[in-house]
């Protein structure tokens, strides 16, 4: 591999309690792309992407093997603050999460858990994370009302908003078009184009066709284990496994 | 709708007026009993009034007032902070087994009759406190240690219940934010949980200011105004306990007219209560 790849994934195995989710899975995640990692449900794509922020450590009962090198450094290290590392890697999840709070401070919340009190720069983080995440035209005359009272779409953008606003490194998308009509979902697509620009993003599309719209590259996940993974257009066009053609041309199962 | 078919509706809807014609009869009957006074010694004079001595004419509840509200405000002072630390740790640290033991013998607080709780405040709470802090040890004080743990289980289980039904995704919204487990608790849990945690304070309070028999044992029971907590003091529900017994004419009445105040003070509470409960619901 000639440049260092963004994550890497080396013989990870999850588990939760005696089930194993996750069976000896290695990937590398080149930085600045979308990869999506798409499979049918339970085959793993979830649980994958929980591992990559450590989400996964809030689940009781759970314990995993393998490790992830986010730079080249083990997430899992002791040393390594699981708060600082979820700012760098963040996750917008399948169902919108606003916090029951204004828009305003749903953005803000995490530039002020890091320290930033200063209205003015505030503002700005504000601003520029719904500008990124194109929701800035449709939500700036009432940033105060409750983030409970915009639309399902506009929830889940203002939810990538609140991830931007951390400046991360890597953003995880667990199927995040998944309840939303086909207009909301462009613009979340268009909003994802845009940022690879400057970050990584992982992405579980809910379907095949999103993974084709969007990602440079994919994996394929059946039963916690990778099949097959390669640039989007490569995988897509010539799957090398039987396995993977049967899924996406839709004969599986 | 076929007859048979009504009767069940019919025959249910009889009984649960029957219990709402209780509240009814005992409310027409205390302010019947208790209103007559009210108006001849003036509401100002009443509610107001500072000599409490039924002998000699004089029917002013105001220590009463004060030390009703000074007990329940001690209770919720000394109670809510342990009730809501104790929610969330049932809710957000412990793990199953542990919230399996402590939520059963949190309720079974709730089953000790309060009786036992003011005979257990007398023989160790008073003397400590005599022993300890001073004054006669029947006071203020006593009254409001036994009834913060009184209300314990009141605040613990609606607290608890409503920071149990916050949406997971708050949870998980704030941690991969990057938030710890204390600043999603307070920062986006307590917040979301408020009206809920409002509501049952309230409630706790209602409790705590409609509870006689526990308080009758060790608060003292003095009619005088109470200048400290480590005072004695007098509740509106004690003046009712106490004096039943013996009262007549113009002294039972007063009773009554104290029942009204006390029947008054509980019903702003339970609104507030419902007024906070029903907008935790407008707001999902």
Redesign the interface.
Known sequence: MTPQAKIAVKKLSFYYKKEQVIRDLSLEIPANEILAVFGPANSGTTTLLRTL?R?SD?I?GAHMGGEILLDGKDIYALDVSV?????KV??V?E?P?????SIYDNIA??PR??GIKRKKALDQVVEKALRMAVLWDEVKERLNASA?SISGGQQQRL?IA??LA?EPEVILCDRPCSGLDPVSTAKIEESLRELKERLTIVLAPHNVQQAGRVADRVAFMLMGSLIEEGPAADVFANPKDKRTEDYITGRFG | MRFSEKIPGRVLLVIAFSALSALVLITVFIFVEGVPLIARVGVFNFIFGMKWAPSQGAFGIFPMIVGSLSVTLGAIILGVPIALCCAIFLTEFA?ATVRNAIRPAIQLLAGIPSVVYGFWGLIFVVPLIRNYIGGPGLSILAGSIILAIMILPTIISISEVSLLAL?P????????????QW?TIH??LL??ARSGILAAVILGMGRAIGETMAVIMVLGNAVAMPSSILDPARTLTTNIGIEMAYAAGEHRQALFATGIVLLVMIMILNSVAQYALRRRQD??
């Not at chain 1, 708060?83 to 700012?87: C, F, G, H, I, V």
């Open positions: 922020n989400l809030t009781r708060t600082e590392l979820r700012r963040g996750m999840f169902v999460t606003p916090l029951p709070m919340y995490g858990m890091r409970m939810c609140r991830v951390l | 793990p949406p995704p708050y949870r998980e919204g704030a941690f991969a934010l990057g938030a710890t600043q920062g986006v917040p979301a707001e999902r």
